[in-house]
Structure formats: C-alpha cells, structure tokens
C-alpha cells in the first residue's frame, strides 16, 4: 500500500463542476430573540473552506497528487475569498475564470451549540452562457494538450456548470486520449454521462435518476437498479454509496461486485464525505487497482472524513494508519 499511497504524487487530476465556498458562523446559544421565536447565535468563530468541486481538489491535494479544478466562478467578493484559499494550499488556478454573468456560490452554515441552525445559499443554478461553455472548453482543451493528465473528475452539484453539452464534449475528449472519467453526478444531467469509466451514485440519485424505486437495504435489488443504469450510461464501474452500509460496486468488464460494509465511526458530519470517496476511487482507478481496492479504499477514507465537522480534505497520515490495520 505504501507504494500506491507513493504513485498518487505524479498524477495529474482534472476536476470539472460547480466549486463553491463554505462558510462556518460557530457560536453559543443562550436566549430566544424576542423578534420571533427563534435562536439567537452569538457567533464566536467565523471561518471559510473549499467547497463542491474545489472540495474534490483539495481531497487530492492532500494525498500528494496535483488537481487542476477548471470551473467558472463570479467576478465577486466570494471568487476572491475562494480563490485565496486555493492559494493557501497551493492548487493549481489556471483553470478557473471568472465571469460578471455569475455569482461565486457560497453556503453559509451558522452553528450553535455545536448544532447547525441554518444554513444560507447564495448561488446561481443557470446552465453557462454561451459565451462561459467557450471559455471553459477553450481552458479545459489548453490544459490537456498542455498537461499529462492521468484522470478526469466530473463533480456536478446542478449549479450550471457541468451541462448535457459540456459534459458529452470532455467525455469524448477524454476517451479519444484514453484518459478515464470519474462523476459525481446528480438529477438534472444524470443520464447524461454516457461512456465513463467510474460513476457514483448515492442511493437517493439512483433512484430519482432512474425514476424507480427499489428496497435499498437489500442487495440483490439495489443491483438490479445498478444493471439498469448500465444499460444506459455503458460504464466499467458503477459504485453506489450505501450511507451507514458502505460501498456496492460492480466491474462490468469482469462482470463481479463487492458490497463493502461501512466502519464503526463517531459522525460530526457527513458534508464533503462524497467529494472524498470520488477523490480516492480516481487515485485508485487511475493506479490500476481493481474494483475491490478502488472500493474499499474509498469508503474507508469517506469515513475518516465524517469525523470532522465540515467539507475537510482526508488526513493523509491518519488514513494510511487505518489502511494498515485493515489491509
């Protein structure tokens, strides 16, 4: 294992979708306003982390390999906040652009007493502008020819980003330079992401992508609904996370799946955890572990996150400790 943790350090990562900023308002709660009945947050720590597709980047980041997130942002305060903490860690902005057309999404969490409150977006959900899906193709077609790209992230959070056209495009990009393609999909363009090599559902998109409804706590169904989706989208793997009951994935091209339980974990929150699972399975994927490695590995680091409280990149060092005592 040492070894692949080792190869992560020269794999160059595309990310393409919605990055968005995540800001945290902490604080106690002692009284009810007398305004309306509702709490009041006396806020004593105020702080902001990557989030979306710039979470995806900075997972990676944090085992060592480069990503390069290609997204379009506003031309605002909040492009200037996410863009500085890209800096902080050192990530690779030439694939972000900035337009007056948008706003930079952010999500504004207020906690008290250790308890999330509310929650506060500010976000455009619009499909890019003719003038953004140039800009962005142009970037993302500089940046293959440029670099030796070893996978691509497609991470959509229906914010407008990742749309049917954008999508079929780098799809046929990547697999015309046998680059593989990774996605975190959700409702809007779900079927859309015909060809990939990787694509991961959760239960709930699987469902609402399919239109069907299935028993999600048994196994043999679940895989019905999976073959189903292969059917349609003609992917090598499709992996569902399966919440508090782990990982199910199935290799079409050697025709088996492992159904890989969950491990025992204090949750603090499950934010990011999904960004982190597609993290590892790409490094894996792009390594050429096979579906039981690329599974386990995953759901394995998507817990370690749900200890932290917010979208927190994997711990690197934590993670290859628990690696060990499980492989």
């Given at each position: 294992?040492?070894?692949?943790?080792?190869?992560?350090?020269?794999?160059?990562?595309m990310?393409i979708?919605?990055v968005?900023?995540d800001?945290?308002?902490?604080?106690?709660?002692?009284r009810?306003s007398?305004?309306?009945?509702?709490p009041?947050v006396?806020v004593?720590?105020?702080?902001?982390?990557?989030?979306?597709?710039?979470?995806?980047a900075?997972?990676?980041?944090?085992?060592?390999a480069?990503p390069?997130?290609?997204?379009?942002?506003?031309?605002?305060?909040k492009?200037?906040?996410?863009?500085?903490?890209m800096q902080?860690q050192?990530?690779?902005?030439?694939?972000?652009?900035?337009s007056?057309e948008?706003?930079?999404?952010s999500?504004?969490?207020?906690?008290?007493?250790?308890a999330?409150?509310?929650r506060?977006d500010?976000e455009?959900?619009?499909d890019?502008?003719?003038?953004?899906?140039?800009?962005?193709t142009?970037?993302?077609?500089?940046?293959?020819?440029?670099?030796?790209?070893?996978?691509?992230?497609?991470q959509?959070?229906?914010?407008?980003?990742?749309?049917?056209?954008?999508?079929?495009?780098?799809?046929?990009?990547?697999?015309g330079?046998s680059?593989?393609v990774g996605?975190?999909?959700?409702k809007?363009?779900?079927?859309?992401?015909k060809?990939?090599?990787l694509f991961?559902?959760?239960?709930k998109e699987?469902?609402?992508?399919?239109?069907?409804n299935f028993?999600?706590?048994?196994?043999?169904?679940i895989?019905?609904?999976?073959?189903?989706?292969?059917?349609?989208l003609?992917?090598?793997?499709?992996?569902?996370t399966?919440?508090?009951?782990?990982?199910?994935?199935?290799d079409?091209?050697k025709?088996?799946?492992?159904?890989i339980?969950?491990?025992?974990?204090q949750?603090a929150?499950?934010s990011g955890?999904?960004?982190?699972v597609?993290?590892?399975?790409m490094?894996c994927?792009?390594?050429?572990?096979?579906?039981?490695?690329i599974?386990?590995?995953?759901?394995?680091?998507?817990?370690?996150?749900?200890?932290?409280?917010?979208?927190v990149?994997i711990?690197?060092?934590?993670?290859?400790?628990?690696?060990?005592?499980?492989?």
């Amino acid at each position: 294992m040492k070894n692949l943790f080792d190869s992560f350090n020269s794999k160059k990562i595309m990310i393409i979708g919605d990055v968005m900023l995540d800001i945290y308002m902490k604080g106690k709660v002692e009284r009810i306003s007398p305004e309306a009945p509702v709490p009041i947050v006396s806020v004593t720590e105020t702080f902001s982390r990557l989030g979306g597709a710039a979470n995806v980047a900075q997972n990676l980041k944090a085992l060592d390999a480069e990503p390069i997130l290609c997204s379009i942002i506003g031309d605002d305060e909040k492009a200037c906040d996410l863009l500085n903490l890209m800096q902080e860690q050192k990530m690779n902005m030439s694939g972000i652009i900035k337009s007056r057309e948008r706003v930079t999404t952010s999500k504004v969490r207020i906690i008290g007493n250790n308890a999330q409150m509310l929650r506060v977006d500010t976000e455009d959900t619009i499909d890019l502008s003719e003038k953004e899906y140039n800009s962005l193709t142009e970037r993302i077609n500089e940046i293959i020819e440029r670099d030796n790209i070893s996978g691509i992230i497609l991470q959509d959070y229906n914010k407008g980003v990742l749309t049917e056209r954008l999508i079929k495009d780098v799809i046929s990009i990547a697999n015309g330079k046998s680059i593989p393609v990774g996605v975190d999909p959700k409702k809007k363009n779900f079927l859309a992401y015909k060809n990939v090599t990787l694509f991961k559902p959760n239960l709930k998109e699987l469902k609402e992508g399919l239109g069907i409804n299935f028993k999600h706590d048994i196994i043999e169904e679940i895989l019905k609904a999976v073959d189903i989706l292969h059917d349609k989208l003609n992917c090598r793997y499709i992996m569902t996370t399966l919440s508090e009951r782990g990982v199910l994935i199935k290799d079409y091209e050697k025709g088996i799946y492992h159904h890989i339980p969950a491990h025992l974990r204090q949750i603090a929150d499950v934010s990011g955890a999904g960004d982190t699972v597609l993290s590892v399975a790409m490094l894996c994927l792009v390594n050429q572990q096979d579906a039981y490695h690329i599974a386990a590995m995953s759901n394995l680091a998507g817990g370690l996150v749900c200890e932290e409280l917010g979208a927190v990149p994997i711990n690197k060092d934590k993670f290859a400790e628990e690696i060990k005592k499980i492989f």
